[in-house]
């Protein structure tokens, strides 16, 4: 009974390709050039990964795409976290992309899908709610037309709303009938309707908080003809979340091996700190939490590539992975100490990021639900007595 | 990459037959028998007997060679068998001494292989293990205890201590400082097997707070022939201890074209004891309403959940990086705390151990006391500063 977490030899081709990619155009200058920039997003690299066949993972090769398998997105995620690359590939790859492919019409997918690949069409999805969850939205709705729907609103923490061709715009119905359901409409950023505000944030990502007023949209424009495209959506968010989990161990792995250096080379009392003992728990604690979310992540991965149930183990590997992720650079922090308190040493670059990634699509409270969920713990009378669903 | 448990008919064959034959040998009364915290005598007599027919049956050692009592198994079909035992909670009496098996397969000699891996196949010996020292536990390198030649035996003098299971065992192995000159501790230590039934061997019960008994053990002047020292004299610390050299242990392949299909194993250990607490908190009732509906308890049975599939996974990684010893401070690390949550869920009621208010049948409170030994095979601190080694820390 032994599990075989390795890479395939393809996939680890994919890896060494990552690693030099990302090294190449994610240095920590340029990491931090985005941070400071308007949009931050960087046209170059983004034209490199589509020549790369990158951005067509997952779609299919007559639509554009370069086929591959979720499973071969892993490595590349890993060395995106590594190397705190822009989070654009998720956005458009693993979240618009993918609900294209899993909800558009043909037409729709015709349509979009070549350019996507192409790297000629930025489409940014809205998960996140105005009030900071993830999902349906009471303040964003859309109103059935004749020719088409209305929409109108406020989301946040949308990214790169800013360099967005469209935006994959989430949205329910404005009339209490059919609450709670959720569909995804495309919306042009350029509609004179819509307005983006860049939210300052930890992180430095660039995040935006996007309203529309009185938007209207054509009937095609609403993606896929299901009448609730909700679980669907809720689907594509909990896969794209486990590629982030990949982020976030890549940067971890990275966060541990810059942190052993430290302990190795850093002498105080005339030895290195990486000889006492509360140095060596605070790194080993690192490394059992990377380990296990590396572990969780690559399950999780697992199942959903070979198509079997995985919702379970994906909001596990998430849940766990975001709390991980707050305890590793919490405690690479206390071996630093002082001098990664100062802006220009590069763990903070790694610890700001992350808080993005834990709270990015949900926070570990929100997948732990998920996980009480498919574990059957939310029982009639717990929901009676909470008076919430 | 494989993350998944694959079968074939022949394995399920192997798998039914197994199950049938427990079926048969295995009373629910005696299920979940644990050698090290079960002290009880009708316990001890059904599985004494039960060992010794699951022996008949090839499967108390099925991966060694025929020659020496086993079936030849590859480690899928071991581990088929490992399986259906541990589902039934069937007890398991080679875990006193199951480094022995693979100490003499390794280092024994012909001889001593055929004297003894026979016999421990069969269900007839038993091994108790003479390392732990008053002042040799985690630092057992320093162990004092004295193996001097006398021109026809070894002489061996010391006193050994937290021997679990012991008095249930018929014969020793037994670390001893054999050139007390060396340069180093570890340079002098070699190991030697002695018969239990020695009238110089005594034993002095330790009873421990999970029900256990342990034992410190006397040796006075045991005399050992020169054919019971394992592997090479002065080298025991590295090739007993740190297995290091030695032959290749014999591995045999799964050969089976059947069709793979995959299946889920049946959660077992801290799994299944979380299925019987979500259970639990689903049937009972605190103040009114269920205990599911706590918030706070749904909370913790998440994390618990989280954490146990976590663990699961590195257990059975084929490949797991940096050692042992990561797995090993985890699961030290993870019985503790798991124990400490189980116990947080129950509330006061986790208190009463045996009767219609316990909750569980006291299945939580034994595992609550048993967590305590933790430490045994090696405290997780140890464990991490092993791990820290393996990550290039200094010393």
């Known amino acids: ?389 | 990459m494989n993350v998944s448990y694959w079968t074939t008919p022949r394995l399920e064959d192997l798998r039914k037959r197994v199950r049938e034959w427990l079926d048969r040998e295995l009373p629910p009364e005696y299920e979940g028998f644990r050698w090290d915290f079960e002290e009880r005598d009708e316990q001890w007599a059904f599985y004494r007997e039960f060992w010794r027919k699951l022996g008949a049956q090839g499967w108390i050692a099925p991966t060694w060679p025929k020659r020496y009592g086993g079936l030849e198994y590859s480690r899928r079909e071991a581990a088929i068998v490992d399986e259906e035992l541990d589902r039934r909670g069937a007890g398991r009496l080679a875990g006193i001494g199951e480094a022995v098996g693979p100490i003499l397969l390794r280092l024994g000699t012909e001889a001593q292989k055929e004297r003894f891996l026979p016999g421990m196949a069969a269900g007839e010996i038993l091994w108790a293990e003479g390392y732990t020292e008053p002042g040799a536990g985690s630092d057992l390198a320093s162990l004092r205890t004295k193996a001097e030649w006398d021109g026809e035996h070894w002489r061996i003098t010391g006193q050994k201590t937290f021997c679990t299971g012991a008095h249930h065992c018929n014969w020793i192995i037994i670390a001893a400082r054999t050139d007390p000159k060396a340069a180093r501790k570890q340079d002098g230590i070699s190991f030697f097997l002695a018969p239990l039934d020695d009238p110089r061997i005594t034993l002095y019960p330790l009873h421990n707070i999970a029900d256990g008994r342990q034992n410190q053990i006397f040796l006075d002047g045991v005399k050992v022939p020169h054919d019971q020292l394992v592997g090479e004299l002065n080298r025991g610390w590295q090739q007993v201890w740190l297995k290091q050299g030695g032959a290749a242990i014999p591995e045999f392949p799964f050969v089976d074209p059947g069709p793979e299909t995959e299946y889920q194993p049946e959660p077992t250990g801290p799994g299944k004891i979380l299925q019987r607490l979500v259970d639990y908190c689903r049937d009972t009732t605190i103040d009114g309403r269920p205990r599911i509906a706590d918030p706070q308890i749904r909370a913790r049975l998440v994390q618990m959940a989280i954490e146990t599939e976590a663990l699961r996974l590195i257990e059975h990684d084929a490949a797991p990086p940096y050692g042992p010893a990561l797995y090993q401070a985890m699961e030290r690390e993870h019985r503790a705390a798991f124990a400490q949550a189980c116990m947080e869920i129950l509330g006061p009621t986790g208190l009463i151990q045996d009767g219609e208010l316990a909750p569980l049948a006291g299945d939580i409170d034994r595992l609550y006391r048993r967590s305590f030994g933790n430490h045994a095979g090696g405290t997780s601190q140890i464990k991490r500063l092993l791990i820290a080694r393996a990550l290039g820390l200094p010393r």
């Open chain 1, 1 to 389: 009974m032994a599990l075989d977490f390795a890479h395939t030899e393809t996939r680890k081709i994919i890896h060494a390709s990552a690693r030099s990619f990302f090294e190449r155009v994610s240095s920590t200058e340029a990491v931090r050039k985005l941070e400071a920039s308007d949009h931050g997003h960087d046209t170059e690299s983004w034209a490199a990964m589509a020549e790369l066949g990158w951005l067509g993972i997952g779609i299919p090769r007559e639509l554009g795409g370069s086929e591959g398998t979720f499973l071969d997105m892993l490595p590349i995620y890993e060395e995106m976290g590594r190397h705190l690359a822009p989070n654009l590939h998720l956005e458009v790859v693993a979240i618009a992309a993918a609900a294209i492919l899993r909800i558009g019409t043909a037409a729709q997918q015709r349509r979009l899908l070549p350019a996507i690949a192409r790297g000629e069409m930025l489409v940014v999805p809205t998960v996140m709610t105005a009030e900071g969850s993830v999902g349906a939205c009471p303040a964003a709705t859309y109103a059935t037309e004749p020719s088409g729907y209305r929409l109108n609103g406020r989301r946040i923490l949308v990214p790169y709303a800013g360099s967005a061709d469209r935006l994959l715009w989430l949205a329910s119905p404005g009339d209490a009938a059919q609450t709670g359901t959720l569909s995804a409409f495309l919306v042009d950023t350029g509609d004179p309707g819509v307005s983006i505000q860049r939210l300052p944030n930890l992180a430095r990502q660039p995040l935006y908080e996007v309203r529309l007023e009185d938007v209207v949209v054509d009937r095609d424009d609403r993606l896929g003809t299901v009448e609730d495209a909700g679980p669907l959506l809720a689907d594509v968010v909990l896969e794209a979340a486990v590629l982030q989990n990949a982020c976030i161990v890549g940067a971890g792995r990275r966060v541990l091996e810059m942190t052993v250096d430290y302990a190795k080379e850093r002498h105080q009392f005339g030895q290195a700190i990486g000889r006492f003992q509360a140095v060596q728990y605070l790194i080993t604690d690192m490394l059992i939490d990377l380990h296990r979310a590396d572990r969780l992540t690559r399950q999780a991965a697992y199942r959903i590539d070979r198509g079997i149930p995985y919702r379970r183990e994906a909001a596990m590997a998430v849940a766990f992975t975001k709390q991980a992720a707050a305890r590793i650079h919490r405690k690479a922090h206390e071996v630093f100490a002082g001098i990664a308190f100062i802006e220009d040493h590069d763990l903070p670059l790694f610890s700001r990021r992350s808080k993005y990634w834990e709270n990015h699509l949900g926070d570990a409270g929100f997948f732990e639900n998920l996980v009480a969920a498919e574990m059957g713990l939310n029982s009639e009378s717990a929901i009676q007595t909470e008076g919430s669903p």
